[in-house]
């Protein structure tokens, strides 16, 4: 009776291995935006191994005929999301999912976004259903430094199915945006004072870490020398004219590679933007507008982008339920705005990328790159379209 079972149990276990690792799909659609060239009409893009194996136009591609087939309206590369808390804040809204900001210390780089990072958050399966295949999230705004962040796919049962990057910024804040839990500092000019005085210790740790005689282990401190030799970026929240200036003035103290995150009125300072030629992951375009984010405009994405500024859409952070927005809503707003449908679905995809340099492997649609895939009923930006499938490493998870 075992050799029997054996028996039987045997070609399942090849039919599962096989449809695992040689996952083969056809997605073709009425439209395809690869973001490497024009839109393709009938387009198919041929998925193998978790990778995209080809692109072209359904008359130049012959699909196979054990190849899966799923149609759309119109296909695109997996959005990306810059900037979120996602997997760390949850939707209950609760101490015990609200991890994306720890109130004990104002400055605290050692915290590692992959050590609270919940695969299996509700929210990570409600951006994915949006057509959002991967997420730069971590820690949030509200204090001066307040930890790491990392890069996701909305995929996987934990962090380590999800995991693209572990490391890739320090997130800071500057201005009236910190937390009321912090005691200090009390005003921009002391937030400035403990940023500098923390970043010259940060300078003679990082000599002494590259001497022959290197000090006692600090994870804090080994972040900021992180930072200091260019390993990471620091992601740097920030939103009035003034204080974006004194981002850009600490910078150029201490020489870190840096992205601005928000700035709500960059329209007031374009000129220096444009001459710093940082990134920028702008502010979500339907920001409610209060506090440092009081003069948000919805047509900042534009202004930014016609100036050639390198930018990114982010859903952000959000006090209220369900604790996070969606990038292609936000996207949408910003394309009537002053940015245009096509270079907003640029933004939400290869300019992403590009920003959060993993574009070797997201944010188009090209051979060799992960098979990250959404697909459309109609156009990607109108409210009322539905998204019919995703497909993240070549996996159908929608």
């Known amino acids: ?14 039919l599962s291995a096989y449809s695992t690792t040689d996952a083969q799909i056809a997605v073709k659609g009425e439209t ?24 072209g136009s359904a008359s130049s591609i012959n699909i196979p005929s054990n190849y899966e087939v799923y149609e759309a309206m119109v296909v695109t590369p997996g959005l990306i999301d810059a900037h979120s808390v996602v997997g760390l804040a949850g939707y209950l809204n609760v101490d015990a999912d609200q991890d994306q900001l720890e109130t004990s210390n104002p400055i605290q780089p050692e915290l590692r976004a992959m050590d609270a990072y919940n695969a299996r958050e509700a929210l990570v399966g409600h951006l994915r259903n949006h057509g959002i295949t991967t997420v730069h999230t971590g820690h949030g705004p509200g204090a001066l430094i307040s930890g790491q962040t990392m890069i996701v796919k909305t995929t996987g049962n934990t962090v380590q199915d999800a995991l693209v990057d572990s490391t890739t910024m320090l997130a800071f804040t500057l201005g009236n945006n ?57 992601l740097v929240t920030v939103h009035r004219a003034h204080d974006i200036m004194s981002a850009i003035r600490l910078q150029e103290e201490f020489g870190f590679p840096m992205v601005l995150d928000g700035v709500a009125e960059a329209y007031l300072i374009m000129d220096e933007l444009k001459e710093a030629g940082y990134p920028i992951v702008v502010h979500p375009t339907m920001i409610r507008p209060g506090g440092d984010a009081k003069n948000a405009s919805m047509e900042t994405p534009g202004k930014l982008y016609e100036a050639g500024i390198p930018i990114a859409f ?32 640029k933004v939400l995809t290869i300019d ?13 649609l090209e051979a060799g790159k992960d098979a990250d895939v959404a697909m459309f009923d109609g156009d990607p930006l109108e409210y009322l379209t539905k998204v019919t499938g995703v497909i993240i490493n070549g996996e159908k998870v929608k």
């Open 178 to 234: 910190l937390s009321r839990a912090f005691s200090k500092p009390g005003t921009r000019a002391k937030g400035i004072a403990m940023l500098r005085q923390e970043l010259i210790k940060a300078q003679d740790y990082l000599e002494k870490r590259n001497s022959d005689n290197p000090p006692s282990r600090d994870i804090g401190m080994d972040a900021l020398a992180d930072l200091l030799e260019g390993k990471i970026k620091a």
């Open 1 to 14: 009776m075992k050799l029997i079972k054996l028996l039987v149990l045997i070609p399942a276990l090849l």
């Open 352 to 364: 992403a990328a590009e920003l959060l340099e993993i574009d070797n492997r997201v944010g188009s």
């Open 32 to 55: 395809v935006y690869t973001m490497a060239g024009d839109p393709i009409s009938n387009g198919v893009v041929l998925i193998k191994d978790g990778k995209i194996e080809r692109v």
């Open 314 to 345: 982010q859903s952000g952070f959000e006090g209220y339920v369900p604790k996070t927005r969606v990038v292609l809503y936000e996207a949408g707003l910003a394309a009537a705005n002053g940015l245009g449908m096509e270079n907003a679905l």
